[in-house]
């Protein structure tokens, strides 16, 4: 109990200090080790990154990312299970802080192969946490997901909720979560943990976007489906939501991008470890999401109402407050047509 009062009161001491800070200063420029940097998430973070005059080096392995997603020079080619590798770069870069992105996000996938996640994920963590260790980097902000809810009863989700994944990407990272609990207490290495909701959108100015493969997202199959005309599968119009379809909670991706800078600050600023949600605190159903599709797009989208996916909650939306609080986050473009506008700015592109 006093623990927990104590940690409260060096939480809002800390935001004390950031928020004046933040008033008084030009940002501190950061040594920033990215992993996963040429993902989707991970690049648009870069982006933003090295836009508010950060230095920010990238550890990928390609598996998943893309060489054109990262500037010239930024990308190291390393695995994540390469600990030696991954230490000798920290120290040579003296890095600040690590925003650890690099992992394979496919519930679907891994229900069939868990072992291939609990790997990447998992051992992929422990490694990049012990070349960490070795190297004396202190601060971490990880990419966790509302995943680790499983399927909660009840929405807005609090990061207050049982943890209880209910399959192994899930599961991965509320085992990172852990891990990152254990780091802390024994070697005072701190960590946020973001856990995601619905990251979507694109760059504005469509340099970066979503390029998944294969493609299993709702927002870039509608925008696949309007440009192909071969229609899209709603999975499921029979849930207990106002018109049927499962509800989520979409973030922009940029908007995501700014609470790992924001994370990384508060960090720095000796703020301790926590987990955040990050969403807007508005639920968007399956069929609200084709309809902001054809309004951005003036176009119809072709879909055909097919049976559940397995694995899919009825709805997850977030309750973001505390990332608001704590860390002085808000979104900018909350907007789904914003959202939708930005991604299709980028399909268009990408024809
Ligand atoms: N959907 C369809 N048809 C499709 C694709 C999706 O109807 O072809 C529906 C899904 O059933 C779901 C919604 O659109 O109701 C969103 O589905 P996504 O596949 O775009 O995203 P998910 O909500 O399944 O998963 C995302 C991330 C996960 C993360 C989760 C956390 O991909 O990594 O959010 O909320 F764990």
Redesign the pocket.
């Given at each position: 109990m006093g623990g927990s009062l104590h940690k409260q009161l060096r939480a809002i001491w800390h935001r004390a200090v950031m928020l004046l800070q933040s008033s008084l200063e030009p940002v501190t420029p950061r040594k920033i080790l990215v992993t996963g940097g040429a993902g989707y998430i991970g690049s648009h973070t870069v982006r933003l990154l090295l836009r508010q005059g950060h230095d920010v080096t990238v550890v990928d392995n390609l598996s998943k990312g893309y060489r054109h997603n990262v500037p010239a020079g930024r990308l190291h080619e390393i695995d994540l299970s390469d600990t030696a590798a991954l230490t000798r770069l920290m120290k040579a870069k003296q890095c600040d802080a690590v925003i650890h992105f690099a992992a394979f996000?496919?519930?679907g996938e891994s229900m069939r192969e868990p072992a291939r996640y609990f790997t990447n994920n998992v051992a992929g963590s422990l490694s990049l946490l012990d070349a960490m260790v070795q190297a004396g980097v202190k601060h971490i902000v990880f990419s966790s997901?509302?995943?680790v809810y499983g399927n909660p009863h009840t929405s807005p989700i609090l990061e207050t909720f049982p943890i209880q994944a209910v399959n192994p990407?899930?599961e991965s990272?509320v085992m990172v979560e852990t891990l990152l609990g254990w780091f802390d207490q024994i070697h005072r290495l701190t960590s946020v943990c973001l856990r995601?909701?619905?990251?979507?959108g694109a760059d504005p100015e469509a340099a970066l976007g979503e390029e998944h493969e294969p493609e299993?997202?709702?927002?870039p199959?509608?925008l696949r489906a309007v440009q192909t005309g071969k229609p899209?599968?709603?999975?499921?119009g029979d849930y207990t939501t106002p018109d049927g379809?499962?509800?989520?909670?979409y973030i922009h991706v940029n908007d995501l991008a700014q609470a790992h800078i924001l994370a990384v600050e508060y960090l720095l600023n000796g703020g301790p470890s926590d987990q955040f949600n990050v969403g807007t605190g508005a639920g968007s159903?399956?069929l609200e999401?084709i309809r902001a599709v054809e309004e951005v797009t003036g176009k119809k989208v072709p879909y055909v109402v097919?049976p559940?996916?397995e694995?899919?909650?009825p709805s997850?939306v977030a309750n973001s407050q505390k990332l608001r609080d704590r860390l002085g986050w808000s979104p900018q473009y909350a907007d789904l047509r914003t959202i939708v506008a930005h991604a299709w700015k980028f399909a268009e592109k990408q024809k």
């Open positions: 996000i496919a519930v997901t509302a995943a990407y899930g990272k995601y909701f619905n990251a979507s299993t997202h709702l927002i199959l509608a899209i599968t709603i999975f499921g379809t499962c509800i989520r909670d159903s399956v999401m097919g559940r996916r694995g899919d909650p997850l």
